[in-house]
């Protein structure tokens, strides 16, 4: 499957931002889906995930409460609506899929991945 990751933008603290990743291939909706960033000079890090139907999520306690992970499978697309945005949560954030149904929150259990989107949250 490939991934191509959208939404990405500047806003001030506080903000919201919606990002979007569409995924090619007719098998989409059998895939676990997760999102990742990766800030300057720091590693990648886990931000939230969704089974393949969406009954399931997970996050990252530092997003908890203001992020929400959600699909539509029809559309092939995952979504990361965020909220509240701080600037703590500048960085690139990748979309990611793995086969299966559980979710994981390390990178290396994610085959594909897409290629970034940066969100710049200015104070």
């Known amino acids: 499957v490939q991934l191509q990751a959208s939404g990405g933008g500047l806003v001030q603290a506080g903000g919201s931002l919606r990002l979007s990743c569409a995924a090619s291939?007719?098998?989409?909706?059998?895939?676990?889906m997760g999102w990742f960033r990766q800030a300057p000079g720091k590693e990648r890090e886990f931000v939230a995930a969704?089974?393949?139907?969406?009954?399931?999520?997970y996050y990252a306690d530092s997003v908890e409460g203001r992020f929400t992970i959600s699909r539509d499978n029809a559309k092939n697309t995952v979504y990361l609506q965020m909220n509240s945005l701080k600037p703590e949560d500048t960085a690139v954030y990748y979309c990611a899929a793995r086969s299966g149904s559980y979710l994981y929150t390390v990178d290396n259990k994610y085959a594909y991945w897409g290629q970034g989107t940066l969100v710049t949250v200015s104070s």
């Open positions: 291939g007719r098998t989409f909706s059998s895939y676990a």
């Open positions: 969704i089974t393949w139907s969406g009954g399931s999520t």
